[in-house]
């Protein structure tokens, strides 16, 4: 296996134990990115970031500049080192330089310095206000790429004899191409757990036997991937999409780039997705995207933007229009279907470009609402967007409709309200139809992803967050049968997972009728039922809001049965819980006084006849937060067998690439 050299695991050891960090996949004053133990696909393009810190004060702190002729080889495995620019036949990029601050944090271990000195830290750094300075020389080379597989050791030299040594793996893939097409669902923040508690509201059991199963639950393969990021144990959707659909795991908040410590959110190193990717190997190919958030979101985001920041959302929007063009990387020309909610950020602002115009003279249809949507030609680009912000919940769209009024939400901007609006299912049918007219031959890629199972475990609303969830079930349901009636279905490669996970179950039942009969907090916690005394699921009896219960569509025939679930996350702020469903919008458990430094506090009235829960988050957490989870992996098509077992979530998209014939090996020498 991959060895690191002995001189930099000590290093690591005295700087690691600390969670406030000087750069993620940096732990000594040289940092080359790609990190250490990082993976590649053959022929994948990346960008490689070198820099020297010289930290001016701190517990690292050296006197001197950072070095300004550092040296960079690559050497492959039993090889010779070579120079990078000789290795990749490029020129020697500039030397660039700047500085950066960053807090040590509350971590109160004693630190070594660079001459094993102890350091007195500060304690406390962030709440005192006094941050490190470092100064940082740095260069990058653009767009360079590995075509034989292996093992690789890229090697920073500095300061005379420190080295930073980063251990590279180049996959060894087979090239033969086996899927025609691809549909990658993402549960956004979907667990296991989860799926278990929409199963038991939404499928009738008998003596503990279902009757009727989940789509996901007849998936013929089921593995678990490692959620984990570059630095951090808790990942969010940013570098959990990145992981997924490059190889390369990253820092909270970055879109396929490694994050560097300079202050510009662009100029970071990039590394190519699966779309840019695919497209650039098969230009005949089709890519579509569908979301139930506002598109400028990091799921969907993922598969154009390249930001260390996923909040440069007109950044996200430029790069769906003109794909990435404007490196030379691809040919990559956008999306040929690209469906979700966001308006806000196609409409002409003083910051942003009319996009509605821009995508319309770029040959996109446009459809503002489900009828227009049904009504587009399935031979053209498409770009549907239903409404501002993120899309309704199914909930909201088919239980408690009175909740889409008086929104001023329609996505032309004009204030009036978005009625007529598609679910994941209609807009998922229809990208499929259009990836199929335009691309029948060559095949497809479709990311499609339930963006609000995790938006709606964020604000604690159990039953949206499950309606969303059973959304996708009955998608993903409905596009086997779609493909099967295209013929398409036995060269599809059908993947469904998650990108993180919340920390949800259920513990039981809820009498909400004698919790709403009691006075104090205390005695309403009796209503809960555990063990014998949770009973059946309420949800499959038939009741005033009875909904299609047949041909397969598996939803809760009532949201409001007397006996709910008891069910709750792992970490919340303060919050008040009754156990019933929120029928006049989704929830909003915690909110701030004026004074912002308070942080946030139950809200009274989000759940009026509950009792009061005290939060375990830091006061600025209004919501709760993603988990550690493995989150599961559904497969079924061909290379299925690949998605069985345990697993880190990079392998998702190598197995992706495997299956698509992506990996361009080539004998270099
Ligand atoms: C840090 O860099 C600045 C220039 O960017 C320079 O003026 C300063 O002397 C440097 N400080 C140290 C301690 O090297
Ligand atoms: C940090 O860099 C900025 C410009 O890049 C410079 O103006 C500033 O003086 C530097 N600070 C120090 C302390 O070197
Ligand atoms: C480091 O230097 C900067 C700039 O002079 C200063 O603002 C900061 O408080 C110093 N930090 C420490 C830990 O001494
Ligand atoms: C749906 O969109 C079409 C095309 O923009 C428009 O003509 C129609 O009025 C819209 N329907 C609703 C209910 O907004
Ligand atoms: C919508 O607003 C109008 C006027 O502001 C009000 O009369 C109506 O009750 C509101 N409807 C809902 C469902 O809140
Ligand atoms: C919640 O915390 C407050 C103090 O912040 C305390 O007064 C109250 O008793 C706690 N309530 C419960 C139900 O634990
Ligand atoms: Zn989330």
Redesign the pocket.
């Known amino acids: 296996m991959r060895s690191s050299i002995p001189v930099i695991a000590c290093l690591v050891s005295s700087t690691l134990a600390q969670t406030f960090q000087r750069l993620g996949g940096c732990p000594d004053l040289g940092c080359v990115f790609p990190p250490d133990q990082a993976d590649f696909l053959a022929g994948q393009y990346f960008d490689i970031r070198l820099e020297v810190h010289?930290p001016?004060n701190g517990s690292e702190a050296r006197?001197?500049?950072p070095d300004q002729d550092f040296k960079f080889t690559i050497t492959k495995k039993d090889g010779k080192p070579v120079p990078a620019t000789k290795y990749f036949e490029i020129d020697e990029p500039e030397l660039e330089?700047w500085?950066f601050t960053w807090y040590e944090g509350k971590d109160p271990q004693p630190k070594h310095g660079p001459g094993r000195k102890l350091i007195e830290t500060d304690l406390f750094a962030q709440d005192a206000d006094k941050p490190s300075l470092v100064?940082v020389t740095s260069k990058i080379y653009r767009r360079v790429a590995l075509y034989e597989p292996g093992e690789y050791e890229a090697t920073l030299s500095y300061y005379g004899d420190e080295k930073t040594v980063a251990n590279w793996h180049v996959r060894d893939l087979s090239t033969k191409r086996r899927a025609k097409n691809v549909v990658m669902f993402i549960g956004d923040g979907m667990t296991t757990n989860m799926i278990t508690a929409a199963r038991l509201i939404a499928h009738k059991s008998i003596n503990g036997k279902y009757m009727t199963k989940m789509a996901l639950d007849k998936f013929p393969i089921l593995g678990h991937q490692m959620t984990h990021s570059m630095d951090s144990f808790i990942t969010d959707s940013a570098n959990s999409a990145t992981a997924l659909y490059t190889g390369h795991k990253t820092t909270v908040n970055a879109l396929n780039v490694y994050v560097d410590s300079s202050s510009d959110p662009f100029d970071d190193p990039k590394f190519e997705t699966i779309s840019e990717i695919f497209r650039r190997r098969n230009p005949d190919g089709g890519v579509g995207i569908v979301s139930t958030a506002f598109l400028a979101d990091a799921t969907p985001a993922g598969l154009a933007a390249h930001t260390s920041d996923r909040g440069e959302y007109d950044h996200v929007i430029s790069a769906y229009y003109e794909g990435l063009t404007k490196y030379e990387w691809t040919n990559w020309d956008g999306p040929d279907v690209l469906l979700g909610a966001g308006a806000e950020d196609f409409l002409q602002s003083e910051e942003t470009r009319d996009y509605y115009n821009l995508f319309a003279e770029k040959g996109y249809n446009l459809a503002w609402n489900n009828t227009a949507l049904h009504d587009a030609p399935t031979d053209e680009k498409l770009l549907g967007v239903f409404q501002k912000s993120n899309l309704a919940t199914w909930l909201d769209r088919n239980v408690y409709q009175a909740n889409l009024l008086n929104q001023s939400n329609y996505p032309d901007g004009s204030g009036r309200d978005a009625e007529d609006l598609p679910g994941l299912k209609d807009m998922t049918l229809k990208a499929i139809d259009v990836l199929h007219d335009r691309h029948g031959d060559d095949g497809w890629f479709l990311m499609s992803e339930a963006a609000s199972i995790d938006k709606q475990m964020h604000s604690l609303d159990y039953d949206r967050s499950l309606g969303e969830l059973l959304e996708l079930d009955d998608t993903v349901r409905a596009t086997i049968e779609r493909l099967k009636e295209l013929g398409e279905l036995e060269d599809t490669l059908i993947v469904v997972t998650a990108d993180h996970g919340h920390g949800f179950d259920v513990t039981g039942s809820v009498d909400t009728e004698y919790m709403d009969a009691q006075d104090d907090d205390r005695s309403k916690r009796n209503a809960v039922g555990y063990y014998e005394n949770s009973g059946l699921s309420q949800y499959t009896v038939a009741g005033p809001n009875s909904l299609r219960y047949s041909e397969g569509v598996h939803f809760p025939s009532r949201w409001d049965p007397r006996y709910t679930l008891h069910s709750g996350v792992a970490a919340f702020p303060d919050h008040r819980e009754n156990y019933q469903v929120h029928s006049e919008g989704p929830r909003t458990p915690a909110a701030t006084t004026n004074d912002k430094k308070n942080g946030y506090y139950a809200s009274y009235k989000d759940a009026v006849t509950g009792f009061v829960v005290n939060g375990t988050l830091p006061l600025d957490a209004g919501q709760g937060v993603h988990s550690l989870t493995d989150v599961p992996v559904f497969a079924q098509g061909p290379c299925q067998e690949l998605f069985g077992g345990v697993y880190n979530s990079i392998d998702i998209f190598f197995n992706i690439a495997e299956c698509l014939g992506l990996s361009e090996i080539k004998d270099k020498h």
């Open positions: 010289s001016v006197t001197g500049e330089s500085n100064n």
